[in-house]
């Protein structure tokens, strides 16, 4: 990279060159000293010229290195120190590992949301500051977390900046899941063992108005709810097993034995169609978006990690 020394150095050249290119097109020009100027006590009282140093500022010690970003080691040290204490019981390994991940997603997200345009105000920054100090209960209150946080003033904004920053950028990411959307509505049986749920599979392969049956079954099973599973969206079960199981039914079919860490299922799709999204399963899929998006764009990017 070019210093600035270089580059003061490259227009002061071209300064001379062009003073020079003036007195050689002049050559009428007397440029001899006139009386006045070949006084000594003239010149005498001139000032000497003096030399500005340039001062080149010291780079901060980086704990990572995103995209050629730096995330400066009192930032890493300060985080890993507010992650142990809120996770005593979590091992060195692990608490490193939490923090570099969540570091590297904060600065991938604040790039982004640069890169499509956002820019953060310093009266909004201010504000949101504002609201911390009196959240925090006044400024007295709020330097005394700051100390006790590992942070001082500057510090936090600029943390709260690129923290902002990166909220925007999720946020962006969060929208794109529609609140409504293709689901299934189904009902289930859980059994504790193969040999029984394959008995009552068997049973309904053999009868025509099995839906009736298995839902009479659903109820002796589970009284409170008749295992009815609600409405939900691909990829929202926290069972794979039986995302994967429903994923091609239709409306009126019924899973094979299904085995999972919870049992052996079998489940039976009431209805499939365009649904509105429930608070929780728009909030699952918005942080399914949100990882899936920085796990591309991690793939895309360089980063250096020097905490050792």
């Given at each position: 990279?070019?210093s600035?020394?270089?580059?003061?150095?490259?227009?002061?050249?071209?300064?001379i060159?062009?003073?020079?290119?003036v007195s050689?097109?002049?050559?009428a020009?007397?440029?001899s000293?006139?009386?006045e100027?070949?006084?000594p006590?003239?010149t005498?009282?001139?000032p000497?010229?003096?030399?500005t140093?340039?001062?080149?500022p010291?780079?901060e010690?980086?704990a990572l290195?995103v995209?050629?970003?730096?995330?400066?080691?009192w930032r890493?040290e300060?985080?890993?120190?507010?992650?142990?204490?809120a996770?005593?019981?979590?091992?060195?390994a692990?608490?490193?590992?939490a923090?570099?991940?969540?570091?590297?997603?904060?600065?991938?997200?604040?790039?982004?949301a640069?890169?499509n345009?956002?820019?953060?105000?310093e009266?909004d920054l201010?504000?949101?500051?504002?609201?911390?100090?009196?959240?925090?209960?006044?400024e007295?209150a709020?330097?005394?977390?700051?100390?006790?946080n590992?942070?001082?003033?500057?510090?936090f904004?600029r943390?709260?900046?690129s923290s902002?920053?990166?909220s925007?950028?999720?946020?962006?990411?969060?929208a794109s899941?529609?609140?409504?959307?293709?689901q299934i509505?189904a009902?289930?049986?859980?059994?504790d063992r193969?040999?029984?749920?394959?008995?009552?599979?068997q049973r309904?392969?053999?009868?025509?108005?099995?839906?009736?049956?298995?839902?009479n079954?659903?109820?002796?099973?589970?009284?409170?709810?008749?295992?009815d599973?609600?409405?939900f969206?691909?990829?929202?079960l926290?069972?794979p097993?039986?995302?994967?199981?429903?994923?091609?039914?239709?409306?009126g079919?019924?899973?094979?034995?299904v085995?999972?860490?919870l049992?052996?299922h079998?489940?039976?799709?009431?209805?499939r169609?365009?649904?509105?999204?429930?608070p929780d399963?728009?909030?699952?899929?918005q942080?399914?978006?949100?990882?899936?998006w920085l796990?591309?764009?991690?793939?895309?990017?360089?980063?250096?990690d020097?905490?050792g």
């Amino acid at each position: 990279m070019t210093s600035r020394r270089s580059i003061s150095l490259f227009f002061v050249l071209i300064l001379i060159s062009s003073l020079v290119l003036v007195s050689c097109q002049t050559g009428a020009v007397d440029l001899s000293p006139t009386p006045e100027q070949a006084d000594p006590s003239l010149t005498a009282s001139l000032p000497e010229p003096t030399l500005t140093p340039t001062v080149t500022p010291t780079p901060e010690p980086a704990a990572l290195q995103v995209n050629g970003e730096v995330v400066p080691i009192w930032r890493y040290e300060g985080e890993l120190a507010r992650y142990q204490a809120a996770y005593p019981e979590a091992g060195p390994a692990e608490a490193r590992a939490a923090v570099i991940d969540a570091l590297v997603a904060e600065t991938l997200l604040a790039q982004a949301a640069r890169e499509n345009g956002f820019t953060l105000s310093e009266e909004d920054l201010q504000a949101r500051l504002e609201e911390l100090v009196a959240a925090a209960g006044g400024e007295q209150a709020f330097e005394a977390w700051l100390a006790q946080n590992h942070f001082d003033r500057e510090q936090f904004t600029r943390a709260l900046r690129s923290s902002m920053e990166a909220s925007w950028q999720r946020d962006q990411i969060a929208a794109s899941v529609p609140e409504e959307m293709e689901q299934i509505h189904a009902r289930q049986i859980l059994f504790d063992r193969r040999e029984t749920a394959d008995q009552y599979y068997q049973r309904y392969q053999n009868v025509s108005n099995f839906s009736e049956v298995f839902e009479n079954h659903a109820w002796q099973f589970d009284p409170l709810t008749g295992g009815d599973l609600g409405w939900f969206p691909p990829g929202y079960l926290t069972v794979p097993e039986l995302d994967q199981a429903l994923a091609s039914l239709q409306a009126g079919q019924l899973t094979s034995v299904v085995e999972t860490e919870l049992g052996y299922h079998i489940v039976y799709v009431i209805e499939r169609g365009l649904h509105p999204l429930s608070p929780d399963a728009r909030l699952t899929l918005q942080r399914a978006a949100v990882e899936a998006w920085l796990q591309e764009r991690l793939g895309q990017s360089q980063v250096e990690d020097f905490t050792g």
